[in-house]
C-alpha cells in the first residue's frame, strides 16, 4: 500500500500527551506513515496522564498503538532511542517533516546545541542541517530565559515553534476540543487536509463581541 507521505514524530517528557496522541491518530486516518520516536519521560507521561498502558519495547509499542489507532500493515514504525540505523538518522533517507509533540525544555535545548545524544536529537538535528520541516510544540509555562532562547535560536535555524496554547473563541466544549485545536494547527502546517476546525473566515467558530 502506497502512502500519501512519511512523517516523523517524536514524543518527549513534558506534560501534554495527549496532543501527540491525537497528532498520531490524525496523522495515521489521514494515510501517512509515521515514524514515530517515544522518550524514557514520554512514556512515564503516556502511562501517568492518559489511561493508556503503554508497554515496554518498541515493537511492543508499535504493535499496541497501531492496533489501537487502525493502522495498516507498515503504516506505522517505531524505533527504539538509539536506533541509529533507521531513517530519520541520516539526511539521505529521513522524511520531509518532523513534529516534536510535545516538546519539553530539555529536547529544546539539546536541539538548539545539536547535542544528538539520542535518536529523537539526532533526527531533529537532522531536519535542521537538511533544511527540512521542524515544528516543536512545547508544552512548559512559564517561559524561562533559556527556554526563550531557545526557542528564539531554534526559529532563526528554521524550526516552527508551534506553543500548545489553544484558543478559545472556538467555544470548546472540553478537553478534547482543545487539544484538537493544537492539531488541527500541526495538521495546518504539515499542509495535510484536517477537519478538526476550520481555518479563520473559513467557519462559523467565533461570535466577536461588541466594540460599541
Given at each position: ?23 498520531l491518530q490524525c496523522l495515521l486516518a489521514a494515510n501517512c506513515r509515521v515514524y514515530l520516536l517515544i ?31 487502525d493502522a495498516v500493515p507498515n503504516q506505522l514504525v517505531v524505533f527504539s532511542r538509539e536506533d541509529w ?128
Amino acid at each position: 500500500m502506497s502512502f500519501n507521505r512519511t512523517i516523523t514524530l517524536a514524543m518527549t517528557g513534558a506534560s501534554g500527551a495527549d496532543y501527540g496522541l491525537r497528532l498520531l491518530q490524525c496523522l495515521l486516518a489521514a494515510n501517512c506513515r509515521v515514524y514515530l520516536l517515544i522518550s524514557r519521560a514520554a512514556e512515564v507521561v503516556i502511562n501517568t496522564e492518559t489511561t493508556m498502558s503503554l508497554p515496554e519495547g518498541a515493537a511492543a509499542q508499535q504493535a499496541f498503538l497501531a492496533s489501537r489507532f487502525d493502522a495498516v500493515p507498515n503504516q506505522l514504525v517505531v524505533f527504539s532511542r538509539e536506533d541509529w540505523f533507521s531513517p530519520v538518522a541520516s539526511g539521505s533517507s529521513s522524511p520531509s517533516s518532523m513534529v516534536v509533540c510535545p516538546a519539553s525544555g530539555g529536547t529544546l535545548s539539546a536541539i538548539a546545541q545539536g547535542a544528538s545524544n539520542n535518536l529523537i536529537e539526532r533526527a531533529a538535528d537532522v531536519a535542521l542541517k537538511e533544511r527540512r520541516q521542524l515544528i516543536l510544540v512545547p508544552r512548559e509555562t512559564p517561559y524561562s530565559e533559556i527556554h526563550l532562547k531557545n526557542m528564539l535560536a531554534l526559529t532563526q535555524m528554521g524550526a516552527v515553534v508551534l506553543p500548545a496554547s489553544p484558543g478559545f473563541y472556538t467555544k470548546p466544549n472540553g478537553i478534547e476540543d482543545l487539544i484538537d485545536f493544537i492539531v488541527a494547527r500541526i495538521l495546518d502546517q504539515l499542509n495535510i487536509e484536517q477537519e478538526l476546525f476550520p481555518r479563520w473566515g473559513e467557519g462559523d467558530v467565533v461570535s466577536l463581541p461588541n466594540l460599541d
